[in-house]
């Protein structure tokens, strides 16, 4: 059986929600292996969320809000990209691939740049393979 | 040396309870044949004041000011002062509330606890020495991702959910936290979630962590948990120039980007 | 303005553990792990940092409860007391002495303890004393004492660190003996192997060397066959044999019968690895046993504490360093009730009832006659108060209606009684059963000792006053004795008891509160005020002279699964919460971990049954029946199913079979016969 990743994506209402919708309409090609979450915004986005999903087997997780200087609530996503630092590193510290996870921007008219951003995240999650972190002690 | 040492500090507690400007020194002492925290108060015998193991007395400074002390002295090392720092920046302890007395912590000491800065900005007592880098980072850093997964997964494997990382910690200081919520970790397992519970826990540490090593003498497993906090200490370091306990600059997870990682962010 | 750092002990379990309770302003806030401990080394478990929040609770019981037309009015102390001497002094005068009946408590002091045994013993003039020891390590007591002529760990905690193999069998190290666990786990990546022998597939399994999974009840038969094996292999220590023991001929026929192949029967162990783990465990220098209740609460508890001490004696490890055999005891303080002689065959220090000099010896120093006749056991005395043989009985700080096997059977035993006393910390649900109720203090707030497992004695200290209109317990005692005429009582402090109990049991001979105020590790025997304590016990000889060596055959449990109840039940406690859950329920932080009871229940049974984890079951056994919720985990084999005993809202000892080992009396609290149906959803 070959692998189909299982990827979740937090997108922020204002922005890259309305991205994604728009890519919808268009009914642009992209792959179906996409989980949404909307969040009013991806300060939103708690590291505990991220970690959650990886933790319950998901294969990615990417988060996508705002660009830098667009955000609904000003500096929402000033913080979300902090802290998404934060976190690559300490996935890295801890033998985690930080390729798992990924922080991007969309406006809501960028439908296109949605759409490649999801088909080049979701090739390269494949390549990784399924995510070995999961499951408790045996 | 040590003996000399332990001699003026016992005589500086003594005049500093008599001067009354402080209502009491936390310290450690012996009593019991055992050695603890402990406020001393006028009238106290300071022969019985000791500065070793090392137990973190910042943690224990808020429940000494919680009886209603307006103001106290306290004998630390450099953690002490570090995570005092912490928690003046965390509206937990009102800076004026504290008069810090340093030491420098020994050779020995700073091996004992393999500790990257073991004095205080402060140097009342003793002589500074250098900072120790553990043999174990180097180790973890030579690994491979994999690798390293599997280290840290068969060392999390110990912990007994005792949650005294988090108790011992004195920069811990949420009332509800996050470890203890059924979202994130789930309840009543041992060991606990890998890596959701340590993870957690490590990135709520990285922009407060001050390598006072609390946690790691807490844990009854030995699990290396500040070697992990290290590594995110640099982190912060390499990332936001800054260094939790150091400085009494906003915590940089709490604040937003400035005009030039603005752009850098667009 | 206070702030205050009290060094004591802690009041969970028997690792003896110490931290300072930090009192703000006579508040309780929290608890700092003393770094210098020897046994906590700076940590603790999540008991030990909670043990200070049910202290102050709301809850607690702040003035004595009277009993009128069914409902409690609050009394005044004197008020109280004097009902309670009056109605117990009735009882005695009406049906003599032997119709009265104390449980102590092995969560009091060793001070208290010893009080309350003194009262029962020579104030009302029976031997009717027992406490919860009786569940636990009853059958240690009795096989130990047996085979080396002492019922404790042989050795210390800290020798852990330098034992090369650790067989654990029967007990959840850790879970229920968090800081002896983490000391075994460390050991072990200093190179130590660990073999765990369990029916459950505990946390340890983890960071065991070899596991082995056996169906409960089956202790003896694969012990025999380790010995078998060992013997077969001619790895035993011939030389050890001749010169510490005896009886080796007899018992050396019987373990020849149990070959690997037998056992692997009878046991369900493959006999590959049984003989792994024979070779491992013989081959150790230092072998050290480690076990606990799953080893002693069974009709063959005695028979099994035999066993165990069969094998360290075969393989030479008994009265060495790092070695032994070690009961690991569950509460903070049953090591010291039972040092105490809170027992019905013995005086403190495990003199003899029976023994003319040791009762001479008491009666000369109580100023009293003794009876010469042992006493009841804790079941005995609940079935003696179904037939209306023991009248009153005066509890404390134990709660039998949810730590004693058949519950119901226990409810018509204390509801046949003329009058019950309890006297506890909270309102329990054997209190609400008394004609009296009596508020006692906690740990925190009195003076005394505890004795950990490994026989250290340690101070506890008061870090507050007692709340409420609460009394220290042993300021109830005297006053309940006083009243009734006894004699001896006028203690003005633990110290002075302590110091009385040091003249008669010799193995506190030199235990003193100066001693361990100064910091002084006690383990006992402390012979005299001079000597150093004990570290590990047998050395050189044993405490009876020669270790015995005991014959035994493999008995079946009492009731074996059948048709109708297929299911062997099996019982235990769990990391967050502790016995009967006075305490750790009402410790937010302890009862958010595991709120809800639950039936343990193998992956395999459960597709059988059709269910799923979560699903709603009812357990019976042929004494009663519960409704619980299945938890499905590959924990428990097949045909077994495990229940935490903490909770009153499914209790498992609604279920478990009183059967006892006929040496010890000891309950069979591990195997009974359960049925399991479905609940709709």
Excluded at chain 3, 406 to 430: C, S, W
Excluded at chain 3, 631 to 640: D, L, S
């Amino acid at each position: 059986m070959t692998f189909e990743p299982n990827i979740l994506a937090f997108c922020c209402n204002w922005c890259s929600y309305a991205a994604a919708d728009l890519a919808g309409i268009g009914r642009m090609d992209q792959p179906t292996n996409i989980k949404i979450v909307r969040v009013m915004c991806s300060g939103r986005v708690k590291p505990e969320f991220v970690i959650k999903a990886l933790s319950d087997g998901v294969d990615g997780v990417l988060i996508l809000g705002c660009h830098i200087g667009d955000c609904h609530y000003v500096t929402g996503n000033h913080r979300t990209m902090k802290r998404f630092q934060v976190l690559e590193r300490l996935l890295e510290h801890i033998g985690i691939d930080p390729r798992r996870i990924r922080l991007d921007w969309a406006s809501a008219a960028e439908a296109e740049p949605f759409s490649n951003m999801i088909r080049e995240f979701t090739e390269q999650i494949r390549e990784l393979g399924p995510n070995p972190y999961a499951g408790s002690y045996a | 040396m040590l003996v000399l040492m332990l001699e003026d500090i016992r005589k500086l507690v003594k005049r500093t309870l008599d001067g009354g400007k402080v209502d009491g020194v936390l310290a450690l002492w012996r009593e019991n044949g055992r050695v603890g925290p402990h406020l001393f108060v006028k009238g106290d015998d300071v022969s019985t004041l000791e500065i070793d193991p090392k137990y973190n007395l910042a943690a224990v400074a808020i429940l000494a000011l919680a009886s209603g002390a307006k103001k106290i002295a306290l004998i630390g090392r450099g953690c002490d002062e570090r995570a005092l720092v912490e928690l003046f920046k965390r509206y937990q302890i009102d800076e004026d509330a504290i008069e810090f007395i340093g030491m420098a912590c020994s050779a020995e000491q700073a091996q004992a606890c393999e500790c990257d800065i073991p004095y205080p900005t402060k140097i009342q007592f003793g002589e500074k020495v250098d900072g120790v880098v553990p043999n174990e980072l180097k180790n973890v850093d030579d690994m491979s991702l994999d690798e390293r997964f599997a280290y840290w997964r068969d060392v999390f494997a110990k912990c007994i959910k005792c949650y005294g990382c988090k108790n011992a910690c004195p920069v811990c200081v949420c009332q509800d936290c996050v470890l203890e919520d059924p979202m994130w970790v789930k309840k009543g397992e041992i060991p606990p979630e890998f890596p959701m519970f340590h993870l957690i826990r490590a990135y709520h540490m990285a922009d407060r962590c001050v390598q006072c090593h609390e946690c790691e003498e807490a844990c009854p497993m030995d699990i290396p948990l500040t070697l992990l906090y290290r590594q995110l200490r640099q982190d912060m370091k390499d990332l936001f120039d800054y260094l939790p306990g150091a400085s009494d600059a906003k915590p940089p997870l709490t604040t937003v980007l400035e005009d030039e990682k603005l752009e850098e962010g667009a | 303005m206070s702030y205050e750092s009290v060094l004591t002990t802690c009041p969970y379990c028997g690792c003896g553990c110490q931290f300072y309770l930090q009192v703000v302003n006579g508040n309780i806030v929290g608890v700092v792990p003393d770094k210098t401990h020897p046994i906590a080394e700076g940590a603790l478990c999540i008991k030990g940092w909670n043990a200070h929040v049910f202290v102050q609770r709301e809850d607690r019981l702040h003035k004595p409860l009277i009993k009128e037309n069914g409902e409690f009015r609050e009394a005044e102390w004197d008020e109280a007391l004097d009902l309670v001497a009056e109605k117990l002094g009735e009882i005695k005068e009406k049906h003599g002495p032997d119709a009265l009946a104390t449980l102590c408590s092995a969560k009091c002091t060793n001070e208290e303890n010893y009080l309350l045994q003194k009262l029962t013993r020579a104030t009302i003039g029976t031997n009717n004393v027992d406490h919860c020891a009786r569940l636990c390590h009853a059958s240690t007591v009795t096989g130990l004492a047996h085979a080396f002529g002492s019922g404790a760990m042989t050795n210390s905690v800290p020798e852990i660190d330098d034992s090369d193999v650790i067989l654990i069998t029967g007990s959840n190290t850790i879970e229920q003996h968090p800081l002896i666990g983490s000391r075994m786990v460390k050991a072990r990546e200093r190179g130590a192997k660990i073999i765990l022998i369990d029916p459950r597939r505990v946390p340890m399994r983890l960071f065991s060397d070899l596991y082995l999974q056996f169906i409960p009840g089956t202790d003896v038969a694969w012990l025999n066959g380790m010995m078998h094996v060992i013997l077969k292999e001619k790895l035993h220590d011939k030389k050890y044999i001749k010169e510490r023991t005896e009886g080796f001929e007899a018992f050396e026929k019987v373990v020849k019968k149990y070959d690997p192949k037998t056992v692997e029967k009878i046991c369900g162990i493959p006999a590959n690895l049984l003989e792994e783990a024979a070779r491992m465990f013989a081959k150790a220098e230092r072998g050290s046993i480690f076990y606990s209740m799953g080893i002693t609460q069974h009709i063959t508890g005695t028979d099994n504490v035999k066993s165990v001490a069969n094998l360290a004696m075969l393989t030479g490890n008994v009265g060495k360093r790092a070695a032994g055999v070690n009961p690991l005891r569950g509460q903070n303080n049953v090591q010291g009730a039972c040092d105490m002689g809170a027992l019905p065959n013995v005086y403190p220090g495990y003199q003899a009832v029976a023994n003319e000099d040791a009762a001479k010896k008491f009666e000369k120093a109580w100023g009293t006659k003794l009876s010469r006749e042992p006493g009841l056991t804790i079941v005995e005395i609940s079935n003696a108060a179904r037939k209306g043989d023991v009248k009153g009985m005066y509890i404390v700080g134990e709660n039998p209606m949810i730590s004693d096997p058949d519950i119901e059977h226990v409810r018509q035993g204390l509801e046949a009684l003329d009058f019950l006393v309890v006297q506890d910390i909270f309102m329990t649900e054997t209190a609400a059963l008394a004609d009296v109720v009596l508020p006692a203090s906690s740990y925190a707030e009195k003076e005394g000792t505890f004795t950990a497992t490994d026989r250290r004695v340690q101070r506890v200290r008061k870090a507050i006053e007692p709340v409420g209109e609460s009394r220290e317990d042993w300021k109830i005692v005297i006053d309940i004795a006083k009243r009734l005429g006894g004699k001896g009582c006028d203690f003005e402090s633990p110290a002075e008891i302590m110091d009385e109990l040091a003249s008669l049991a010799p193995i506190y001979g030199g235990v003193s509160f100066d001693r361990l105020d100064a910091g002084e590790d006690l383990l006992w025997p402390v012979k005299e005020p001079g000597h150093a304590g004990t570290e590990f016990l047998h050395e050189g000889q044993f405490t009876r002279g020669k270790g015995v060596f005991s014959p035994i055959e493999f008995r079946e449990a009492d009731e074996l699964p059948d048709k109708e109840y297929p299911y062997i039940l099996t019982t235990g406690r769990l990391m967050f919460q502790y016995h009967t859950g006075t305490m750790t329920r009402r410790t937010p932080a302890l009862e958010s971990e595991s709120p809800n009871p639950f039936v343990e229940v193998n992956p395999e049974d459960a597709k059988e049954l059709g269910i799923k984890n979560g699903d709603w079951l009812e357990v019976s056994s042929r004494r009663g029946s519960i409704k619980i919720q299945s938890r499905v985990a590959n924990i428990v084999g097949k045909g077994v199913v495990f229940i935490p005993f903490h909770y009153a809202e499914a209790a498992a000892n609604v279920l478990t079979n009183p059967a006892l080992d006929p040496d010890s009396k000891i309950p069979e609290l591990k195997v009974c016969a359960v049925a399991m149906k479905p609940l709709p959803k």
